[in-house]
């Protein structure tokens, strides 16, 4: 893998968690402090990425294409990550930017590895061989109760649905409940193998709450970049 120079951040947690708000609200922060960061979602943020995503979160793609075998969904979510990589993330760093990406191979490990049962080994696996192993800098991850993440996905997704005349981003969101008991708990163990990479942050309090904890982490690990 090149050298890389930039700071390659990740969100994480389940649908719900408030990944994307966020990223969002640390982006605008860091943009006031004149730094402009890349912002990057998996699936997605490249226009292959785009495509894969809608037929990788839309819950009409069962019906349309057969159901997706678990193993071509792991095997989608990475060719969306390669792409991603080389298209965006290692250009960014190597200009010495700061990146953050919503969602990235912890999420595999999370849905497909444990939601799905293909196990966590074959996804790191797939990780070393197609992504070159590039771990983030920092894994902010987001982890409120299983419930209330559920209900704000819930309710966001509908917005979706209604906004973009039937197309959706519901395809995980109809899993039952052990499904997401088994993402919390793979996302539970990847924090507590890797805490110097990966910061839990429980999730239940207000956007502001969160956002202020997520700016005292980051400033905390890349103080080169963003001035107090
Ligand atoms: N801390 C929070 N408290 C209450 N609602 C939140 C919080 N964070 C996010 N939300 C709301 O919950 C919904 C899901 O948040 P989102 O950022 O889309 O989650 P994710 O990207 O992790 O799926 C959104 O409607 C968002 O406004
Ligand atoms: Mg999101």
Redesign the pocket.
Known sequence: MIPVRGTFIT?E????????????VLAQWLRERGVQPVLLRQPGGTPLGERIRSILLDSRSDLELGPVAPMAELALMFADRAQSIQQVVLPALERGEIVLC??YTDSSEAYQGAGRSLGSERVLALHQALCGDLQPDLTIL?L?DVE??LE??R??NE?FRRQHGGKDENRFEVEGDAFFRRVHAAYAAIAAREPQRVVTIS????????AHSIREIVQARIAAFVPA
């Open positions: 969100f947690g389940p649908d719900g968690s408030g990944k994307t708000t966020q990223v969002r919503d969602r987001l409120p209330q993440a704000r996905a309710r966001r917005r999730g239940n309090g207000s956007i502001e709450t969160i």
